[in-house]
């Protein structure tokens, strides 16, 4: 029987592959049950960018907990302020198979409120 996480690697590939091959920046979100992640990755060199996540000293202080959508709110605001400081506007989204709903969607439409493009 597939476990649950070899499932969503198997839908985060096709995205990533599809991301890949248009050759543009890619918003990757990971989430575990403490915590959210958000890195901006150039695909054609391989390098992170920037990132963002709920484990930065200021924005743990703000928050009780990091699992939220409040939370998510908060790291998508920040991941577009970050992205505009390096002069990246438009980006692919990579859910990382994860479903659109929930803390991935509040990241996703907090960056895009605060001037990201996807």
């Given at each position: 029987?597939?476990?649950?996480k070899?499932?969503?690697?198997?839908r985060?590939?096709?995205?990533?592959?599809?991301?890949?091959?248009?050759?543009v920046?890619r918003?990757?979100?990971?989430?575990?049950n403490?915590?959210i992640?958000?890195?901006?990755?150039?695909?054609k060199?391989?390098?992170?960018?920037?990132?963002a996540?709920?484990?930065?000293?200021?924005?743990?202080?703000?928050l009780?907990?990091?699992s939220?959508?409040?939370?998510?709110?908060?790291?998508?605001?920040?991941?577009?302020?970050?992205?505009?400081?390096?002069g990246?506007?438009?980006?692919a989204?990579?859910r990382?198979?994860?479903?659109?709903?929930?803390?991935?969607?509040?990241?996703?439409?907090s960056?895009?409120?605060h001037?990201?493009?996807?």
């Amino acid at each position: 029987m597939i476990d649950l996480k070899a499932k969503r690697v198997r839908r985060s590939k096709k995205t990533r592959k599809l991301i890949n091959m248009l050759g543009v920046i890619r918003l990757s979100v990971h989430r575990t049950n403490l915590h959210i992640y958000a890195q901006l990755i150039d695909g054609k060199n391989n390098k992170i960018i920037t990132s963002a996540s709920t484990l930065e000293p200021e924005i743990r202080k703000s928050l009780k907990t990091g699992s939220n959508i409040s939370a998510a709110t908060i790291i998508g605001k920040r991941i577009a302020e970050k992205g505009i400081q390096c002069g990246i506007t438009n980006i692919a989204f990579d859910r990382a198979g994860y479903k659109y709903h929930g803390r991935v969607k509040a990241l996703a439409d907090s960056a895009r409120e605060h001037g990201l493009k996807f």
